[in-house]
């Protein structure tokens, strides 16, 4: 017996239903596939973040993380602050057209060759801000560059921080940073880039950190 077959004519440029309509089963798995790759990729992006204290939010009881690092500049060195107090000098005419304006144009040689000699391994230092400690850290002399601690003070050793400002280091700006235990000076940072900043984080760490330490008894 023959069977005859009926195919329906398509007109032309038509698209058969099959391929319009694609399956809802098919749909639904690429869009979750797409939700677990989106939010695989959410989970590495947030573990790949640098670990980072905020004062008074990261208990100092879990783990010492960083709140902020400071570079002294170069008032932080007699040489610096030399240059600083001959740049400083207001005698001329006008507040452009004065001796210090002059002497800080003719330095620019010097003060390069002294910022990048200050930032060679070994020489090199910084000042970090813990949710523990404040710390002086140099950098080893070799091809890792990595920081080691070369000074600290725990945040509970000191209870107030004076702000000095050198002849010289006006020009900068910067200023020295004295950690004091009562009227005893526990620690000092020299040369720090507007310091009245980094002193307020220090300050707000060093009321934290003894708050928890009262809370929990230590």
Not at 36 to 50: A, E, I, Q
Not at 125 to 141: G, M
């Amino acid at each position: 017996m023959a069977i005859s077959i009926s195919r329906r004519a398509l007109a032309p440029g038509s698209v058969p239903t099959s391929r319009m309509k694609p399956d809802a089963g098919t749909v639904a798995q690429r869009w979750s596939a797409c939700r677990l790759m989106f939010s695989d990729f959410c989970t590495v992006l947030r573990s790949s973040k640098m670990k980072q204290a905020i004062s008074g939010v990261a208990p100092s009881t879990l783990s010492e993380v960083t709140i902020m690092t400071v570079w002294p500049t170069l008032a932080a060195i007699t040489p610096g602050r030399v240059l600083g107090r001959l740049c400083g000098i207001r005698v001329g005419i006008g507040p452009i057209f004065t001796l210090g304006n002059m002497f800080a144009l003719m330095s620019i040689p010097l003060a390069v060759a002294m910022f990048f000699g200050g930032l060679m391994p070994g020489v090199a230092r910084r000042y970090r801000l813990t949710n523990r400690r404040v710390l002086i850290e140099r950098q080893k002399l070799n091809f890792s560059g990595r920081y080691v601690e070369e000074r600290a003070v725990s945040l509970d050793k000191f209870n107030a921080i004076d702000v000095v400002v050198l002849p010289g280091q006006e020009w900068y700006p910067a200023g020295d940073l004295i950690f004091r235990l009562g009227s005893v000076e526990t620690f000092r940072l020299v040369g720090v880039s507007r310091p009245e900043t980094f002193r307020h984080t220090c300050l707000e760490a060093h009321l934290s950190y003894v708050g928890v330490k009262k809370a929990v008894g230590v």
